[in-house]
Structures are given as C-alpha cells and as structure tokens.
C-alpha cells in the first residue's frame, strides 16, 4: 500500500475516516492524499444568479482552503506523508478522478448511513464511490480506536467476476497478516447445496493461491442480515465484498448488499468494484450445478 485518498468534507464521519487512514499510513508507511471538494451550484440563467454563485463559490474557497490546510498540518504533524488539494466540481466524480490520479491502493471515507426516502433526494457520496471507484473503498462510518486486523470476513458467491478483483481484497489481508473468513451466505431465496458450494470455493481457493483462510457455509434469511450475523459471531475485524457497479436508478431498483452493509455495519466495510460483468461466467445454475467450464 503506497497511497491513500482521504475525502473529507471536515465532518466528525470523515475525521474517523482520516483517523483510520493515519493508522493504516504508518502500519504501510503509505502517503495520504487529503481532498475538499467544493460543489457549488452555478446559475447560468440568469446573470445576478451568476454572480451570487460566483462571490458564494469564492467565499468558500477562502474558508475551506484554510480550514483544510489546517488538517494537513496536523495530520502531516502525526508522522504521515501528505499532500491536500482543494477542487472544484461533483464530488464523486473528483473523488474518482483524484484516486486514478495519484494510483491510489484505497480510499477511506467516512458514511453517514443515510437510507431510504432521505437517500433518494440527498444521495450518498460514499456509495457513488463505491459503485465507481477503480481502487477498494473502505467506509467507516462509527469511531475506529485501532486499526489491527486479524479476521477479514469476505462474503461472496465466490464465482465469475469474483475472482478477478479479489487479488485487492488479498492484499489489504496480506497486508495485516490477517486470517481470511470466506463465508457464502445461503439464503431461503438464493439457495445452493453445501457439495455445489465446497466445490466452486475449493476451485476459488485453488485460483487466487489463498493461504491462512477459513470457508463457512452461513444459512440466514438474508445476505445482508448473514455476512452482518457471521462477521459478529468470528469477532470480524473488517468485512470485504465485491460489488457491481451501478446506476442511481438501480440502486432504487434493486439495492447491493454492500449499500446495506455501508449503512448498517459498526465494522469497516472494504468493497472492491467488479468493473464489467463477462458474459463467459454467465451460466445457468444448471449448468453450475454440474462444474464451470
């Protein structure tokens, strides 16, 4: 790990995510990238509109240039290496554009857990991240005293896509010499027998060379209430999932566990993006029941 985005919009959630990032910057001994973005809205119109949005967009580029400047030199005075910018624009879209810009390994931000109706007309920055980013996203979203991992649960079908973005989650475990938790969640709704199961894990074990891991088979009413209960019961550290990227109408539609989990879990929640979804893996579960080609 040799760099690490810290959005913060100076919130008591994105403190804790710049609190988390100092922990792993010294553990990794990587650089912190600290980033503001201010998003003010332009009026184009209108000219007096204009010129409102312009004095406001300069009012806070004063204020926040200064409030963020002061953060970085006190988290620069913990011992870290670090750098800050100030930009312009949608705050998502920096947050990607600054990770893919200075190769960032992780992008620790702070959630607020917004959900339901308030989701819908306020929006979540940390989950349009989420669905976006090209590098893992880890959200914290109460206080982390220490950051020392030992259990890293990874909660998957274990199957297709999986296996090509799962060499991140294997690092930041490596990383901490954690032991890795596989856990495949059944589900009432999703079900698949415990011989199909041990199968596609062993054949997953066996491509991604994984060492110093457990599999457990996790029967529950939902995925999301499983990996939450499983994670409880093994003393989990970190909990890692891949997740598909996704549309705002989608996620109205048809929300992602990692959403859910974002939301709800006390823990640290580390998503990677499965950028397309290959038609290759794309087989009907009988085809699976009887092996991938």
């Known amino acids: 790990m040799k760099n690490i985005l810290v959005p913060t919009d100076f919130s008591e959630h994105s403190t804790w995510a710049l609190e988390v ?53 006190s988290t620069a005075a913990q011992g870290v290496k670090l750098n800050h910018v100030l930009e312009q624009g949608t705050t998502y879209k920096l947050i990607v554009e600054t990770a893919d810009a200075n190769n960032c390994d992780v992008i620790v931000m702070g959630t607020h857990g917004i959900s339901g109706l308030k989701k819908l007309f306020i929006g979540s920055t940390t989950e349009r991240v989420i669905h976006t980013a090209n590098c893992p996203v880890l959200s914290i979203r109460q206080q982390v005293s220490k950051v ?15 296996i090509e973005v799962f060499p991140k989650v294997y690092a930041f475990a490596q990383a901490f010499d954690a032991k890795l938790q596989l856990v495949r969640i059944n589900t009432p709704g999703n079900f698949e027998t415990t011989r199909f199961i041990n199968k596609q894990v062993r ?4 491509l991604c060379h994984i060492k110093n891991y457990e599999m457990t088979i996790y029967n529950d009413n939902t995925e999301e209430e499983g990996v939450l209960n499983f994670a409880e019961d093994v003393s989990a ?27 709800r879990a006390a823990l640290p929640i580390l998503t990677v993006k499965i950028t397309a979804p290959s038609l290759k893996y794309e087989l009907s579960r009988v085809d699976r029941v009887y092996g991938m080609t």
Do not use: C
Request: no cysteine; charged share 20%.
């Open 148 to 162: 020392d991992i030992k259990q890293l649960v990874f909660a998957s079908n274990f199957f297709g896509e999986v």
């Open 21 to 73: 990032a100092i922990m792993l910057a010294k553990r990794t001994n990587a650089a912190i990238h600290l980033l503001h973005v201010v998003d003010v809205p332009t009026y184009t119109f209108n000219a007096a509109y204009e010129r409102l949005a312009m004095q406001k967009r300069q009012e806070l580029l004063a204020e926040t240039s200064k409030q963020l400047a002061e953060l970085a030199e």
């Open 237 to 263: 550290d970190l909990i890692a999932i891949a997740t598909h990227e996704r549309t705002t109408l989608s996620h109205l539609i048809n929300p992602s566990v990692a959403e859910g989990l974002s939301e």
């Open 203 to 206: 054949e997953f074990v066996k």
